[in-house]
Each structure stands twice: as C-alpha cells, then as structure tokens.
C-alpha cells in the first residue's frame, strides 16, 4: 500500500519549490496558442487556472469553468513523447580533415525534467514507448538516459474530454503506476500517493501530514466521476483477429476517401514512434550531420523501397496504421499500441474517429 | 580545386521573390562564391556572361510570345535545369487568367492594351521545356534552394521531402489552427518546405508549396463545407498561387461550379 499525504491549495508553490530545488526543470501544462501545452514553468501561475477544454472529433477550443482549479480537462495536443523522444534528434557528426573523416556520435545525457501533469493513458504510453526504445535487441541509449533523468507527477483525471476512452483500453482515468507521485486535486488540495523511492525523498522534507479516509474518500469518488464521464468505448475483445480478419473490408475504400495521409494522427499519437534517418551534408561536404525525426506511415516516401513505395493509396496507408496500432503491435510487443487518449480523434483536421472506424470494419460485409 | 560551378539565374514573369530567397543566404553566399560561378544573374551582378551553364534555375511563367523563344534558347545552352518558384513550376498568380476573359482583364488593367504583347495564358516552364527538377514554394526555402545548388555541386540526386505541411508543424510545436481555432488551412494538402510559416502566426496555409504527393482534396473540401464554410469561402484557398496544380485547378474549378448552383438556388 503506498504512503498517501496531503497538501492544502496554497502550500502548491511549496511543492513546486521543492521539484526546482532538488535540481528538476518543471514541464507543466500551460497556455499558448488556445490550447493546454506542455512547456517548462517557473511558479504555478504559469499554470492553467479555472480552464478546461471542449473536445469533438476534429475540434479542440479552451473554456472558462469558472472556477480555480488546476487539472480540470483532459489531453491536449502534446504529448510528453514531445521530451522523452524529441522530434528531431542530432544523432552524429561526420567531419572531415587532412587526415579523413572523424566521426562523433552525439549523446544526450538527459535533461533532468520532472514532468508535472502525466495522466493515466500518458503513464501507459510511457510504458509502451519504453518497451519498444528499451527492451527489444537495440536500446536506443539517448532514450534510457532522458526517461532515466525525468520525474513523474502524475495527476488523476477528473474531468475527461468527450473523446477520452481510457476505460476501454484499460489504462484510467486512475493513475496505477509507473509515477513517482500521484496527485488528486481535491476541493481544497491535493492528495498525494507517493509511488517510488525516489517520490519519497523528494516529499519528506515538505513534511505534509497523512491523508485523512474523508480525503482518500472524496479521491476515490472524483475518479469514479471521471470513469462514469467517459461515454467513448471501443470493443476491444479479439480486437487482433477480428481487424486482421478484415484486411479486404470495403470500409477502407471509405475511409481513405475522407483521410488526407496528412501524419496529424500519428505525430500526435503518445505511442506511434517511427522516425527517419538522414544525412545533411554542409555546402562544401566537409560536415555531414546525421539527423532523425519524426515520421509517420501517412508518408507515401515512409516504404520506398527501391523508389517507389509500398504502400502508394492512402488506403493502405490507413490501413497500414489502425492495424499497426490495434492489432499487429500484439504480435510485436505484445499489447495494444493504443492507450485511448483521443489525441488521434480531436486533432484530425477532418475529425476521422478511430473508435468508430473500428467499429464499422468490425461489422460484417452484406 | 575543381572546376567552379557555371550557374545561370534567368527571369519569367515573377515578383523577383524566389531569387531573393538566394541573396538572403547572406552567409553562404560568400561560400557559394568560391564554389560557384554566378556567369549569369542580373538581380545580384551586371556582369552577365553567355552560356553554356552547368545549372540554371529559372524563376518566373512563360506569359509573353517572347518568352516561347527566349526559353528555348536557355534550355539549349543548360545542362540542368531547375524551376524555382510557384511561377516557374505551375504558372504562379497570373495563370488565374487561364481560362478567363484575357482580352478583357487587359482592357480593364491597362489605358492601351494595343501596346501589350501578352499570351493568353500563363503556364509553367515544364510545358515548354524539359526540366530535371522543380523546387516548389512562393518564394522557394533558401535552405531548399542551397541544397539544389549543393546537389549538383556534388552529383547527388535532386529531392526534397514530399510530407504535409502538418508534420512540420506538429514537428516545431504549433498548435493546429484548423482544430483548436477554426481556421480553414490547406496545410493537410500542401507539401512542405515554408517551415509552417503561416500557422505559426495563427493563420491557415495558403498552399504556396503546391499539392502534396496523392493529395486528397474533396476530403478537405467535404469536411469544410459539412463543418459551415461556403464554397465561396474556400475558392480563394485552391485558386491562389498553385492555381494551375493539377489537384488544385480542379477543385478550384468545382468550388466555383458549387457556388454559382449555391448562388441560382438562392434566387
Ligand atoms: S491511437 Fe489515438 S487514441 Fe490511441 S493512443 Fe494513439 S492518439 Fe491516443
Ligand atoms: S486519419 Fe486524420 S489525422 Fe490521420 S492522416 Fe488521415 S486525415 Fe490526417
Ligand atoms: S495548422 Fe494547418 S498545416 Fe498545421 S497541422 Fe493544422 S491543418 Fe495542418
């Protein structure tokens, strides 16, 4: 059973001095562009107070609640994937001298981030990233060191967006692991679970009393809220064979009609980890930096081979994903590569719904 | 030291913009210099010497019965030739007059049309010449442009990415302002290149790069107008600087049949 404490609304400052003292850059959601983003913060006040967010497939807008509360929307369209694994990454350089060339391969210590926010489905794809950057034949070492050097607050959704389905992926809105604390924002502060050693450390000093049962109790009723908002599900029983067993479905004819292979889903995407790899040589070819960055199966050039890609309709395309995501990544590492945050569903310029998409192929042709 | 580079520069009908995306390399140019030889670019030099060029990036439409000729005449003297620019590869703003009354938008321009000699279309260099590579953008990317110079330089093949203007902007932090805002963006179709220069500043893409590799214009269209905006509204958005992209010309040419049927039906 973990140690849960509590702090009051203006002993906030507090915990976030400590985060900045024990040496951690603080990324927090914040406000910029109308929408909720995570950027680093100085003090709470940079925080989002009294917002939350409207989300629809295809449509995202920030509303004033009314109240001060801190947490009270779902994801936005970050993800903290955006830290863990950046969007371009150097990965060496290649310099060439009277000798030949030298060649360095670049190495990112990590910065040492504590990530204030983390929900439920973010905590998952965390794990799900680390198996696919840590835990196959090749460790991607930049990756290790960044996740090694990061601190997890993870806060307890209490209010989801219309396009949440965490409950149907089985990942929240309650955070289980995979935190170094958990918060709960209660009606006037915060329950705090403390879920590692090092999330111990870092909150004995603040020296803030034991959780009351009324406060563990008024935190068990805002996720039982939280879960009974959710209204979007997805079937996910034999969701491998049954997607696999519709590869021919007519449905991604109609599909790839709206689809505009445009990589929003997949850029946005908490789980989706493709990128590409390319030399960038300097004017004279003396300098050749190797770079990689974020890529997607919405690319037409993603399976060139020999030229001409592989998968050359955005049927395929489509098809190439969803299957990827909810089938196939079984195969691969064992689960689905989905946590049901609705990123994919709100930030489709078109407003193409995975969860109904699945439930149309998953109906047998006439 | 090899042999420097003979580069040739040569102008259509443009803004002059693309080869001003050359001169604000600033730094490089001094670079460039020593491995380039500017034999023929009378924006930056008035030196101008004859051909034959290694390289010739051309900028500007075939808009006047003078240039039917003179770009003959380049293509002969040039063994790669490059089309920069949104003129140069699909006709630019001007070829807005394709298919329109040309006679008309003279008289209504110009005092004295008589003395304008002026074709009445205006079509990308492709459908005159053969061209080995076209560099998209209104104006091109300086980096994209360097890049070109520094292909031929170092016998690499041409290209340049082929994505959407989404994934750079998901790439650089941009908050989508299609979604969270409302704002109509071509971005989805548009290939990319601009860096998302436009919804960084919060405004849609106007598509300034051209159709992207099998764009899917009627999804986009169908979403805008199912989600409120009228044909009318959305003309401008394909009707623009890439006017005569294939993808684009066409959906163009149907938003325009949608709105006049949208306009009777109101009579
Ligand atoms: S597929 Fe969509 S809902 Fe699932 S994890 Fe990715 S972005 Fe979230
Ligand atoms: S599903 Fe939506 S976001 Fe994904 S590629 Fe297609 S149009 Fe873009
Ligand atoms: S702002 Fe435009 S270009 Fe950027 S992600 Fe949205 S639709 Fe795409």
Redesign the interface.
């Known amino acids: 059973m973990n140690d849960f404490r509590y702090f009051r609304i203006d002993q906030f400052p507090e915990f976030l001095k400590q985060l900045m003292q024990s040496g951690y850059r603080v990324i927090a959601p914040t406000i ?4 909720i ?1 995570y950027a680093e913060i100085q003090s709470i006040d940079d925080m989002p107070q009294g917002y939350t967010d409207e989300q629809k497939p ?4 920030l509303q004033h609640t009314g109240n001060q509360r801190f947490f009270d929307y779902a994801v936005g ?2 993800s903290w994937k ?1 830290y863990l694994f950046p ?2 990454q150097l990965i060496s350089t290649s310099i060439k001298s009277q000798d030949g060339w030298t060649f360095e391969d670049h190495v990112d210590e990590g910065e040492p981030y504590a990530f204030l926010g983390v929900r439920a489905c973010e905590l998952a794809a965390m794990r799900i990233q680390d198996r696919v950057f840590l835990e196959g034949s090749y460790v991607d070492t930049n990756y290790q060191n960044r996740r090694n050097a990061s601190f997890i607050v993870a806060v307890n959704c209490a209010v989801p967006s219309a396009n949440c389905f965490c409950t149907s992926m089985n990942t929240g809105p309650k955070c289980k692991s995979g935190f170094d604390i958990a918060l709960t924002e209660l009606s006037d502060g915060f329950l705090m679970e403390i879920g590692s050693s090092l999330g111990n450390e870092m909150v004995t000093p603040l020296g803030f009393p034991s959780a009351t049962e009324e406060q563990l109790t008024e935190s068990e009723s805002i996720s039982d809220h939280a879960t009974e908002q959710i209204k979007k599900t997805m079937d996910t029983t034999d969701l491998r064979n049954r997607l696999m067993g519709q590869l021919e479905h007519s449905h991604w004819k109609e599909v790839a ?8 889903c997949t ?2 995407c908490p789980t989706c980890f493709c990128s590409h790899v390319e030399e960038v ?1 300097d ?3 003396e300098r050749v930096d190797r770079r990689k ?2 890529d ?1 199966c919405f ?3 993603f399976s060139k081979l020999h030229g001409t890609p592989v998968r ?3 049927r395929s395309r489509y098809r190439q994903w969803l299957t990827h995501k909810l089938a196939t990544w079984h195969d691969q590492f064992g689960e689905s590569g989905c946590v049901g945050c609705g990123r994919c569903i ?6 193409i719904d995975l969860t109904v998409e699945v439930a149309a192929l998953c109906e047998e042709e006439p | 030291m090899p042999e420097k580079l003979r580069l040739g520069i040569f102008k259509f009908a443009s803004c002059d913009g693309c080869q001003l995306s050359l001169l604000n390399a600033e730094e ?1 140019l001094l ?2 210099a020593e ?1 380039v030889e500017f034999a023929h670019f009378p924006e930056a030099s008035s030196r101008i010497e004859s051909g034959p060029y290694d390289l010739v990036l051309i900028e500007g439409s075939i808009s006047t019965p003078n240039d039917l000729d003179h770009i003959q005449k380049i293509r002969r003297q040039t063994d790669t030739l490059v089309t920069i620019g949104a003129c140069a590869t699909a006709g630019g703003i001007q070829a807005l007059r394709n298919g329109a009354n040309h006679d008309e938008f003279m008289k209504l321009v110009y005092p004295h049309p008589e003395f304008v000699q002026s074709l009445a279309t205006s079509t990308p260099i492709s459908n005159h010449v053969s061209v080995d590579f076209e560099l998209r953008g209104c104006p091109v990317d300086t980096g994209q442009l ?1 890049q070109i ?2 292909d031929k ?2 016998h690499r093949k041409f290209s340049v ?4 203007v ?2 750079d902007c ?7 302002v ?5 704002i109509p ?1 071509l ?3 548009t290939q990319a290149g601009c860096g998302a220069i436009c919804p960084r500043f ?1 405004r849609g893409c106007y598509g300034c790069f051209g159709p992207c ?4 214009t ?3 269209t ?2 805008l107008i199912k ?1 409120g905006h009228s044909s009318a509204e959305l003309i401008p958005l394909f009707l623009n600087v890439n006017a005569e992209a294939p993808e684009f010309a066409r959906t163009g040419a149907q938003l325009m049949r949608q709105d006049s049927a949208e306009g009777e039906s109101h009579e």
Not at chain 1, 58 to 61: D, M, P, S
Not at chain 2, 161 to 164: F, I, V
Not at chain 2, 213 to 216: E, K, L, V
Request: hydrophobic fraction near 25%.
């Open positions: 910029d562009q109308e929408a983003v295809g449509y995202y807008r369209p970050h955006r969007p371009l009609d709206r689809c505009l292979s445009c990589t929003n850029m946005v040589p004017l004279n070819q960055s974020w997607s690319n037409p050039g050359n309709d955005t709100t930030w489709c310029p078109v407003g | 490089e670079e460039l491995l360097l110079i520094s330089l170092h990415p082929d994505h959407s989404c994934r998901k790439l650089q932090n941009i908050v989508c299609s979604v969270a805002r409302g963006c971005g989805p179709l919060h590799h099998q764009t899917n009627d999804g986009l169908d979403w989600d």
